[in-house]
């Protein structure tokens, strides 16, 4: 590895020798030239349109998209490597942007980061004189392990991680929760993790929904004494219902947002939230602009007049925390970081110092960052928006889908793209997150591909949501029985058929644990990614430059997921060597092969066996 330190003062030209040959950087202000030789180029985040970018402009910006991110990302990273064994990496949170042109890639600063991507090819600005640029030399493996390495160490999740994770946006009480937990006794499924989103009071986002309590200071906080459960309506007795899910060895997670949260009209009172955003602003807990009045989430966005919490103020960090560690108290395992993308303006001021233009990118890794410490070892954190160093704060999952076949191909290459980024954990939404139910053959499909990557997990948003209206169904959640009893009719002959299908799914997933949380030990020590595109091991083989529907999981598993409807089969690519098929026995070897898609097409490496 080299690095490099650009002074925009200084023109001129440099030579960078690498495997593949030798690139020209030269810096004609405001644009870095880069002359080499490549055909692919991989790397720049979380990207759900394509894994080769070559051809194509990349704009490396935080955004919350709604479904249908297409060249949008919640993760990005200005981080790219390239089939010939150039790789390089700019050390900044500004919004940059990447033209991967024909032997030449051109990096620049976007004049107008607030509008960057949606008008277009964005204007370019000046380098800040402390940008560094780090460039790489060798395989994929070698350049993605320096890069992890420069921002922080991995952190290894605990094994109950890599079970089966299930959740529903709908599910608002214990009353729903018991519920769920009959239904997997009922129809024999197994769940290691169970999620809530819609537990608090939807106002401070860290009070049990009806909760009673007697409102405090904002620069206090509340232990689980303080609070009487008895009478709520929705969890009158959160702790022993933690404790019945640990009996049952299930982990519980609970939704989180970074937002002080203002009164609307149609909000009940919350003194404990007025308490507490007025302290964070009289203290500079919150984000500010630069006329110094604090800043509110734009109109037109998600959580909008919702004040920001300053993650980079120490104060501000520690008094977040102290109101959540009743949480820990109580036996909560994890937290869903969800948000991370609320920075909509760049002259804001952080007590860090940073910039709202620095911060469009740096907010949601200062704030899951700041989660993932507090929630330390033996716990976990699920997190939509990162940003360089994301394998310091695992696990990425990939936000927001429509129930579609072509959704579910977006996410994979999101998921593949992000482990070229870095990102060494990542799941999605098995069959989608909103919309009308998938159908039950995209469900099976989902679930096959999700039981074969780092997180699986189920989940919908709430009902009535933008895209929730359907006409089959009485709900919109995810669960298996629920899509059974949709589609074949409640305990029917054909929904115990299909119940049974997904159930070998759940089932394989408990036996693969084993194996993942190996594999993952391994990953975290290595800086690699889990789930790994093949050009990742063979970078130079063209069959692999656009490949985005075959992944290797860990270091002995090859799987080709069906991704397409009315599949009997699928053609599968098989590295050098011989590969034998968990599911049929079959032996295949280098090349080309049609092969049943039946199950899901999952290959073991020769000479290897699974725990």
Not at 430 to 439: D, K, R, V
Request: aromatic share 14%.
């Amino acid at each position: 590895m080299e690095t490099m330190l650009f002074d925009p003062a200084k023109k001129g030209s440099r030579e960078f020798v690498f495997p593949g040959g030798t690139a020209l950087l030269s810096l004609s202000e405001p644009v870095l030239n880069i002359s080499l030789p490549y055909k692919a180029a991989y790397g720049m985040g979380e990207k759900f349109d394509r894994l080769n970018q070559k051809g194509f402009v990349v704009v490396n910006k935080v955004e919350e998209q709604f479904c249908g991110q297409e060249n949008h990302t919640y993760c990005p990273t200005p981080f790219f490597f390239t089939d010939s064994g150039f790789g390089l990496f700019t050390d900044t949170l500004r919004v940059t942007a990447f033209m991967f042109l024909d032997g030449m890639i051109q990096v620049f600063f976007t004049a107008d980061a607030e509008k960057a991507i949606d008008c277009g090819p964005p204007g370019k600005a000046p380098w800040p004189p402390e940008t560094r640029i780090m460039l790489f030399s060798g395989p994929p493996e070698s350049i993605i392990r320096e890069y992890m390495a420069l921002s922080g160490e991995a952190r290894l999740p605990p094994e109950w991680v890599f079970g089966i994770w299930i959740s529903a946006n709908r599910w608002n009480s214990q009353k729903q929760i018991e519920e769920q937990l009959s239904y997997l006794d009922k129809y024999r499924f197994p769940a290691s993790v169970l999620v809530i989103e819609a537990w608090s009071d939807e106002a401070s986002f860290y009070i049990w929904n009806g909760a009673s309590y007697t409102p405090v200071d904002g620069g206090a906080s509340l232990a689980e004494a303080d609070f009487d459960f008895s009478k709520s309506a929705f969890w009158p007795d959160p702790k022993g219902m933690i404790q019945n899910l640990h009996k049952r060895n299930i982990r519980l997670v609970l939704w989180q947002i970074p937002v002080h949260k203002p009164q609307e009209r149609h909000d009940p009172p919350c003194p404990q939230r007025d308490n507490d955003r007025a302290f964070a602003i009289k203290h500079r807990h919150v984000a500010y602009t630069a006329g110094d009045e604090p800043y509110t989430i734009p109109p037109g966005h998600w959580f909008a007049g919702s004040l920001l919490p300053d993650f980079t103020s120490e104060e501000a960090r520690k008094l977040w925390f102290a109101k959540r560690q009743y949480l820990l108290d109580m036996g909560v395992d994890g937290f869903k970081t969800d948000g991370g993308e609320f920075v909509y303006q760049q002259d804001l001021v952080f007590a860090g110092g940073q910039t709202g233009a620095e911060m469009i990118n740096g907010y949601a890794q200062a704030y899951t960052g700041a989660y993932a410490d507090f929630a330390g070892p033996g716990r976990a954190l699920f997190s939509r928006a990162g940003y360089t160093g994301q394998h310091t704060a695992p696990v990425l999952w990939a936000g927001d889908q429509k129930s579609t076949f072509a959704e579910l191909r977006a996410c994979l290459r999101a998921g593949l793209s992000a482990a070229l980024s870095g990102a060494i954990f990542w799941g999605f939404d098995i069959g989608g997150f909103a919309g009308p139910l998938p159908t039950p053959e995209l469900y099976m499909r989902a679930t096959e591909l999700a039981c074969f990557c780092p997180i699986m997990q189920w989940h919908s948003e709430p009902e009535g949501g933008q895209f929730a209206g359907t006409a089959v169904i009485h709900n919109n959640e995810r669960s298996p029985w629920n899509i059974a009893a949709a589609w074949f009719g409640e305990d029917s002959a054909e929904a115990e058929a299909y119940l049974a299908k997904l159930r070998f799914c759940h089932e394989q997933r408990l036996r693969l644990i084993p194996y993942l949380y190996r594999e993952a030990a391994f990953c975290v020590r290595e800086y690699a990614p889990l789930m790994r595109p093949l050009v990742y091991e063979y970078p130079h083989e063209e069959a692999c430059f656009d490949m985005d529907d075959e992944y290797l999981l860990g270091n002995d598993l090859l799987a080709a997921p069906v991704l397409y409807p009315c599949c009997a089969s699928r053609k599968v690519w098989f590295p050098e060597g011989s590969w034998r098929g968990l599911f049929n026995g079959k032996t295949y070897h280098g090349g080309w092969s049609e092969v049943s898609a039946e199950k899901i097409p999952v290959f073991v490496k020769e000479g290897r066996s699974l725990p």
